[in-house]
């Protein structure tokens, strides 16, 4: 399985929150190629790096921040927020992503979304569902839809979607463990890579999460917070 940290970007600098809401910002560091760097010595390889202030604005933003890290470190960044057009998705592979993750773009403008997944390939695109209380959330988790995600994610593989990361937006930034029950329920009912991504706060999240059958597991504020130390995650590894 892999493990991805995530470094989340407002103001180029990196931060969590909780549950999604703007609110509740939290600055860890000024510097996220300072984050990224670390998380590289530790032994990760992969990071999922979030355009925040792209996803409330509805473009591209913080796509300079994107090419610094892949320029600067060997991580295999897959990276999502407010890619919204043909434009923001040239700017992000040009800048070094090696994987673009998108979430309300799928949910609001499917065509285009399925026009990306034609031209880069399944391995290149990454469906983003994002949900809470089973329903799909868009635009940095500010609007809410009728969308059911296991229906949504099944309807989307049978388009050619292989590769998904879901989130919980309940369990986000909370500590409280991952949505174990929602994801067995996901690889039940598909046939994805499925990689979680909300809640985790222990080594041992990660351990069931594999044992669930996830690809890959996505964590931000444990690290953050110094309840998974890098050393930990670099045995796991």
Known sequence: MKIIPAIDIIDGKCVRLSKGDYNTKKIYNDNPLEVAKEFEANGI??????????????HIVNYKILKEIVLKTKLKVDFGGGLKSNE???IAFEAGANQITGGSIAAKNPTLFLEWLTEYGPDKIILGADCLNRKI???????????D?????????????????????????????????????????SGVNLIASGGVSSIQ??????????????????IYEGNINLKELQKLC
């Open 45 to 58: 390889e992969y990071l999922h790096l979030v355009d925040l202030d792209g996803a409330k604005s509805k």
């Open 88 to 90: 923001d998705l040239k």
């Open 137 to 147: 959330a868009t635009d940095g988790w500010l609007e809410s839809s009728t969308l």
């Open 149 to 189: 995600v296991v229906e949504y994610i099944n309807t989307y593989e049978s388009k050619g979607v292989t590769n998904v990361i879901c989130t919980d937006i309940s369990k986000d930034g909370m500590l409280e463990g991952a949505s174990n029950e929602l994801y067995t329920e996901i690889l039940k009912m």
């Open 205 to 222: 999240d990660l351990i069931d999460l594999k044992n669930l059958g996830c690809q890959g597991a996505i964590l931000g504020k444990a």
